[in-house]
T-cell receptor, first 114, second 113 residues
Framework: SQQGEEDPQALSIQEGENATMNCSYK?????LQWYRQNSGRGLVHLIL?????REKHSGRLRVTLDTSKKSSSLLITASRAADTASYFC??????????????FGTGTQLKVEL | KAGVTQTPRYLIKTRGQQVTLSCSPI?????VSWYQQTPGQGLQFLFE???????NKGNFPGRFSGRQFSNSRSEMNVSTLELGDSALYLC????????????FGPGTRLTVL
C-alpha cells in the first residue's frame, strides 16, 4: 500500500526555476528518503532526513521534514533539463524482524524545459 | 564499488510460465530487498533477505518467492505468471540491518503476454 501521497503529480518548469515537491505520510517514521527515477529505470538515492531533523541540504537539494504534520518537501533549486525525472519520497519503517522496509509515495513527474 | 546489478534487464513471458530474476548487491552489502513497480500500484515491497534468510515479506501471493545465497546474491521467482505480474522489478541492497540507505539496481522489466 502507498504510505505517501505526493503533490503535485506532475510539474513542468523552465530551466533555472526552482521546483518544489511535497510528500505526506500516515504513520510514524524512522526516516524519510527521496529518490529519483529516470524513465522507468532504477531509483537513485538523493537524500535521507531522519525523524529528529527538520531540514537538510545536499547540493541543489533542500529537504524539510515536519513530523507533526507528517509531511516533507523537496526543493530543487536552479533546475536543469537533466533534472527531468520522477521523484519519490519513501518512508523507512524498522521491522520487528530486523531490517527496514521502504514505503513509497505516488511520485511527482518533473519536466524541466529549456 | 560496482552498483547493484540485475539480470536480465528485459524479459517477455506468457501466462502460466514461471520466471527467475537475479540480483547482485553492492560488494559487502548483506541485505537485499525486492520491490515491484506498476503504473497502478506504484512501488511495493515484496520481501527482504539478510544472511540467506527471508526476514520480511510484503503482501504478495505465494507465487512470489525468493532466496539469497551465501555471497548475498539474490533471486526472486514468480510462478504461474499472470498478466498483472507485468512490472518493473527492482532490487535494492544495503550494508546491514542498521543501514538506512538502500541502493537500487536498474530493474528487470517483465512483460507477461
Amino acid at each position: 500500500s502507498q504510505q505517501g501521497e505526493e503533490d503535485p503529480q506532475a510539474l513542468s518548469i523552465q530551466e533555472g526555476e526552482n521546483a518544489t515537491m511535497n510528500c505526506s505520510y500516515k504513520t510514524s517514521i524512522n526516516n524519510l528518503q527521496w529518490y529519483r527515477q529516470n524513465s522507468g529505470r532504477g531509483l537513485v538515492h538523493l537524500i535521507l532526513i531522519r525523524s529528529n531533523e527538520r531540514e537538510k541540504h545536499s547540493g541543489r537539494l533542500r529537504v524539510t521534514l515536519d513530523t507533526s504534520k507528517k509531511s516533507s518537501s523537496l526543493l530543487i533549486t536552479a533546475s536543469r533539463a537533466a533534472d527531468t525525472a520522477s521523484y519519490f519520497c519513501a518512508t523507512d519503517e524498522r521491522l520487528t524482524g530486523g531490517g527496514n522496509k521502504l514505503t513509497f509515495g505516488t511520485g511527482t513527474q518533473l519536466k524541466v524545459e529549456l | 564499488k560496482a552498483g547493484v546489478t540485475q539480470t536480465p534487464r528485459y524479459l517477455i513471458k506468457t501466462r502460466g510460465q514461471q520466471v527467475t530474476l537475479s540480483c547482485s548487491p553492492i560488494s559487502g552489502h548483506r541485505s537485499v530487498s525486492w520491490y515491484q513497480q506498476t503504473p497502478g500500484q506504484g512501488l511495493q515491497f515484496l520481501f527482504e533477505y539478510f544472511s540467506e534468510t527471508q526476514r520480511n515479506k510484503g503482501n504478495f501471493p505465494g507465487r512470489f518467492s525468493g532466496r539469497q545465497f551465501s555471497n548475498s546474491r539474490s533471486e526472486m521467482n514468480v510462478s504461474t505468471l499472470e498478466l498483472g505480474d507485468s512490472a518493473l522489478y527492482l532490487c535494492a541492497s544495503c550494508e546491514d540491518s542498521l543501514s538506512d540507505t538502500q541502493y537500487f539496481g536498474p530493474g528487470t522489466r517483465l512483460t507477461v503476454l
